[in-house]
Nanobody, 127 residues
Framework: QVQLVESGGGLVQAGSSLRLSCAASGLAFSSYSMGWFRQAPGKEREFVVTINWNGGSTYYADSVKGRFTISRDNAKSTVFLQMNSLKPEDTAVYYC????????????????????WGQGTQVTVSS
């Protein structure tokens, strides 16, 4: 059974930092690329950032470029999201997701291309 478990969310003030983690189990982690998405109340789930299977390629949404950094540790089956200079508009539930290498090449930014999802972790940024 595949499980993705996010942690590290919380309530912070604007300008602060948070580091999210996503621990994977039940899948060959190094065979999957990973992504972070977020969903704010009343909005659709949106792409935030993705990293390929070996960490060699990353893509960021324009809204987080320069503030967020994704990384992964294949030995620990974990992907991280370092979020700096947080803004109130970053408030959302953050989800990590796993995608096969083949699907990543053609759809790394698409929600419907990802195979497995975590339960999400809430990030709230106050002004």
């Amino acid at each position: 059974q595949v499980q993705l478990v996010e942690s590290g969310g919380g309530l912070v003030q604007a300008g602060s930092s948070l580091r999210l983690s996503c621990a994977a189990s039940g899948l060959a982690f190094s065979s999957y690329s990973m992504g972070w998405f977020r969903q704010a109340p009343g909005k659709e789930r949106e792409f935030v950032v993705t990293i390929n299977w070996n960490g060699g390629s990353t893509y960021y949404a324009d809204s987080v470029k320069g503030r967020f950094t994704i990384s992964r540790d294949n030995a620990k089956s974990t992907v991280f999201l370092q979020m700096n200079s947080l803004k109130p508009e970053d408030t959302a539930v953050y989800y990590c997701a796993a995608i096969t290498r083949a699907s990543w090449n053609v759809g790394w930014g698409r929600v419907d291309r990802y195979d497995y999802w975590g339960q999400g972790t809430q990030v709230t940024v106050s002004s």
